[in-house]
C-alpha cells in the first residue's frame, strides 16, 4: 500500500511559479514510478510527467519547458515546479504511483493522492 500527499497549490497570476509536492509512505516505494496529472473542470485527467527513482524523467509534449518533475531519492518527495503557468493551467493536479515508465494514462498507475488545486488567474 502506498500513500501520497500532494501540497503547494494555490492562487497565482498567469506567468507566476508554484512548486508542487507530493509525499509517498509505504511499503517498496523504489519499485514504483511517480507520475504527474491534471484535470480541468469538464475535461479528461491529462498527463503532466513521470520520474523513476534512480532520475529518468519523462514529460507530456505540451509541458515541455515550463514543469520540471523532480525528486524522489529526498525524503520520497516528488515535486512539480511550475514556470510561466498560464490561465490554461488551472487544474487539480494529482500524484500517482505506479509499476510502468512512463506511464501516461490513469489505468497505469495504482496509488493516487487527493489532489491539489492549482488556479491561475489572467
Known amino acids: 500500500q502506498v500513500q501520497l500527499v500532494e501540497s503547494g497549490g494555490g492562487l497565482v497570476q498567469a506567468g507566476g511559479s508554484l512548486r508542487l509536492s507530493c509525499a509517498a509512505s509505504?511499503?517498496?516505494?523504489?519499485?514504483?514510478?511517480m507520475g504527474w496529472f491534471r484535470q480541468a473542470p469538464g475535461k479528461e485527467r491529462e498527463f503532466v510527467a513521470a520520474i523513476t527513482w534512480s532520475g529518468s524523467t519523462y514529460y507530456a509534449d505540451s509541458m515541455k519547458g515550463r514543469f520540471t518533475v523532480s525528486g524522489l531519492n529526498v525524503k520520497n518527495t516528488v515535486y512539480l515546479q511550475m514556470n510561466n503557468l498560464k490561465p490554461e493551467d488551472t487544474a487539480l493536479y494529482y500524484c500517482?504511483?505506479?509499476?510502468?515508465?512512463?506511464?501516461?494514462?490513469?489505468?497505469?498507475?495504482?496509488?493516487w493522492g487527493q489532489g491539489t488545486q492549482v488556479t491561475v488567474s489572467s
Open positions: 509505504g511499503r517498496s516505494l523504489s519499485t514504483y514510478a
Open positions: 500517482a504511483a505506479g509499476n510502468r515508465f512512463p506511464g501516461q494514462r490513469r489505468n497505469e498507475y495504482d496509488y
